[in-house]
């Protein structure tokens, strides 16, 4: 009786909703940090560019500033804590 009450008002609103459920959590540490790229890797900025510049080289400054990229190691990782990205 409660399934196929459930299951009727289920088709209400979508054909897939008892097989996509429970929905996964994005975590929101992650989703601040990182960005998705179409190939299945990760891109993120790099910390402390923008305060204490003065003791900083320009060398230094400018390797900073650049993208990082997701290691191998970690591309798995960032799919199970972003798994809608």
């Not at 008892?18 to 891109?43: D, Q, V, Y």
């Amino acid at each position: 009786m409660f399934l196929s009450r459930l299951v009727t008002t289920a088709k209400q609103f979508s054909t897939s909703a008892i097989s996509s459920f429970p929905k996964l959590k994005t975590h929101s540490g992650t989703k601040k940090r990182w960005r998705a790229l179409s190939n299945g890797k990760f891109k993120r900025a790099h910390a402390a560019h923008s305060h204490l510049n003065v003791t900083k080289r320009p060398g230094r400054k400018n390797a900073l500033c650049q993208t990082a990229y997701s290691s191998g190691a970690q591309t798995p990782t960032l799919k199970k804590l972003m798994p809608y990205a």
